[in-house]
């Protein structure tokens, strides 16, 4: 799938975590990271995003399925050789997202500018969903430590946080994590109001899969490994 081409300077010192950790209980017990869409895996489809964006340096989560999704990483490592992509593994993943996010923030160096959180399981967004949020980064008041979109109220990913945020994550002991922090500091907080569900749409269940497909016509499938 070609690429659109990255606008310099859009994600310049940034890094970016993809949270891809979790069991897919509900999914069957399976990634739904390899979910494809149009043949192109939600993973690989975040991964391109990334790029598109210009964010140069990008860490995968990994936990329950690990081992399966190792070697994609690998792969989309070798296929977008402009982004340091690497990984993670949260050997407790079930412990919640703070775990993953700290895990992630471990493996990235100690200061870049942001960092910008996205799933792997987000099936609708696009190139310009990231740099929405990321302009809203650059353009934020100084007292803003996060940036986090959201449509009819409710909070979505990619978002973006800066030193504070990140400190809080790392020193934390037990499951805390943004969600937490947002709470907890609502002043240091910028909503970013959408008139879109992209941001605020993951997968978790089958009917997930047929409620994208009835409303808008987006077909995910397993691949043949999955089925």
């Known amino acids: 799938m070609a690429a659109s081409r990255a606008v310099p300077g859009e994600g310049a010192g940034l ?3 993809v949270m891809a950790a979790g069991a897919g209980r509900r999914m069957g017990g399976r990634p739904k990271a390899l979910l494809q869409r149009d043949g192109e895996s939600l993973l690989a489809r975040q991964i391109r995003l ?3 964006a210009g964010i140069h340096q990008a860490v995968v989560v990994l936990g329950h399925h690990a081992e399966r999704l190792q070697p994609v990483v690998s792969q989309l490592a070798g296929d977008h050789p402009a982004l340091d992509l690497r990984s ?3 050997p407790r993943p079930d412990d919640g997202p703070g775990g993953s996010l700290r895990c992630g923030l471990a493996a990235l160096p100690p ?7 996205l799933l ?3 099936p609708l967004l696009e190139v310009d969903d990231l740099r929405a949020v990321l302009t809203a980064w650059r353009d934020r008041p100084g007292a803003i430590e996060l940036v986090v979109p959201t449509h009819a109220g409710q909070p979505g990913h990619p978002l973006v946080f800066g030193p504070a945020v990140r400190a809080a994550v790392q020193g934390a002991a037990d499951a ?4 937490e922090w947002r709470r907890a500091h609502p002043e240091r907080v910028q909503a970013l109001a959408l008139d879109h569900a992209r941001c605020s749409t993951d997968i978790d269940t089958p ?3 047929i409620r994208l497909r009835d409303a808008l016509g987006v077909d995910l499938r397993w691949p043949r490994s999955e089925e």
Request: charged share 20%; aromatic share 0%.
């Open 111 to 117: 200061a870049p500018g942001g960092v910008l959180v």
């Open 120 to 122: 792997a399981d987000q």
């Open 88 to 90: 993670t593994r949260n």
């Open 207 to 209: 009917q997930d899969l």
């Open 15 to 17: 890094a970016a975590i």
């Open 176 to 179: 805390t994590g943004v969600r």
């Open 50 to 52: 990334l790029q598109e």
